[in-house]
C-alpha cells in the first residue's frame, strides 16, 4: 500500500496569493503617501484617516487578515487531506471539498484500462510533479491525480500492482 499527497510546491503556490493579498494593507498608505506628494492637499486628510491608528482601519485589516487566515487554511486542510492511496487491489481517491465535505471513490484493479502520466511546465519539470489519469474498463470513470511527485514511478507502481493482482487471480483459478 502507498499513500501519495500532492506535491508540497503545488502548496506552495495555493498559499502564496494568500500570503500576497496579506501585505496589501500595509501597503496601501504608503502607495497613498506617495500619489499625495502630487500635491492635493485633499487627499492629505484622506491618507491621514487610512493609517493603522484609526481603529475602523485596524478593524478592517483583522479582518481581512482573518479571512485570509481561514481561506489560506482551508487551502491546507485540502491539500492535506486529500490522498490517493494504491493498494493490492485498489486506487482510493480522496477528496476533501469544504471542512466538512470528503469524497471517497475507489477503482478496483482488474477495472484499470489505462494510465498516463502528464508532466507540463518548467516547475513541474524541474521539481518533478505532474498528473497520473487512470483510465476504468467500461464507463467513462477517470481518476484524475494532480500535482503529484513522481507521477511515473506512481504509473510503474500502478502497472505492477495490475500486474501482481492479474497473476494472483490467474494462479488462484488452477489450484
Known amino acids: ?24 494593507p500595509l501597503l496601501i498608505p504608503d502607495i497613498l503617501e506617495f500619489i499625495s506628494r502630487g500635491g492635493s ?3 492629505d486628510r484622506f491618507t491621514t484617516l487610512l493609517t493603522l491608528e484609526n481603529p475602523w482601519i485596524r478593524l478592517a485589516v483583522g479582518l481581512w487578515w482573518l479571512v485570509l487566515w481561514v481561506t489560506a487554511f482551508s487551502a491546507f486542510t485540502s491539500y492535506y487531506l486529500n490522498e490517493w492511496i494504491i ?10 471539498h469544504a471542512f466538512f465535505s470528503r469524497e471517497v ?11 498516463r502520466t502528464d508532466i507540463s511546465g518548467l516547475f513541474a519539470t ?13 464507463a467513462n470513470d477517470y481518476f484524475h491525480m494532480h500535482g ?3 507521477p511515473q514511478e506512481l504509473r510503474d507502481l500502478v502497472m505492477r500492482e495490475i500486474t501482481e493482482f492479474h497473476k494472483n487471480v490467474n494462479t488462484s483459478r488452477v489450484i
Open 105 to 115: 471513490s475507489s477503482l478496483l484493479l482488474n477495472r484499470v484500462q489505462d494510465v
Open 87 to 96: 493498494t493490492t487491489h485498489r486506487i482510493v481517491e480522496i477528496n476533501q
Open 1 to 24: 500500500m502507498r499513500a501519495v499527497r500532492k506535491h508540497w510546491f503545488v502548496l506552495v503556490l495555493e498559499i502564496l496569493p494568500f500570503v500576497l493579498m496579506a501585505l496589501v
Open 126 to 138: 524541474l521539481l518533478g510533479y505532474g498528473t497520473l489519469t487512470v483510465q476504468s474498463a467500461g
Open 148 to 150: 503529484i511527485p513522481h
Open 41 to 43: 492637499s485633499g487627499l
